[in-house]
């Protein structure tokens, strides 16, 4: 099993920045593929970007420029920076993990609220 934990999310103004983290523990593999999805209320969850575990990296089009997924395998974290962000940025954020090969994600953070003030 894995566990993923994210943080970093909070309350920030229109323009504003913020950096989340997802630390992973238990049978961790640094061959993993790690994303970033989100979910606001009604809707279904979207990715947001992915990276593979030799770095390459994808994103959602409407969000490349301003989302940068990054992970550190010494340290199982995955973070994504988020930078110019805006109120339709609000949602849950959720990590996520699945082995390379595999077209469905098996596990998943609880979450973390991002909240964009206008």
């Known amino acids: 099993q894995v566990q993923l934990v994210e943080s970093g999310g909070g309350l920030v103004q229109a323009g504003g920045s913020l950096r989340l983290s997802c630390e992973a523990s238990g049978r961790t593999s640094s061959s993993y593929v790690m994303a970033w999805y989100r979910q606001t209320p009604g809707k279904e969850r979207e990715l947001v970007a992915g990276i593979r575990s030799g770095g390459s990296t994808y994103y959602a089009e409407p969000l490349k420029g301003r989302f940068t997924i990054s992970r550190d395998n010494a340290k199982n974290t995955v973070y994504l920076q988020m930078n110019s962000l805006k109120p339709e940025d609000t949602a849950v954020y959720y990590c996520?993990?699945?082995?390379?090969?595999?077209?469905?994600?098996?596990?998943w953070g609880q979450g973390t609220q991002v909240t964009v003030s206008s």
């Open positions: 996520a993990a699945r082995r390379a090969g595999s077209t469905t994600y098996d596990y």
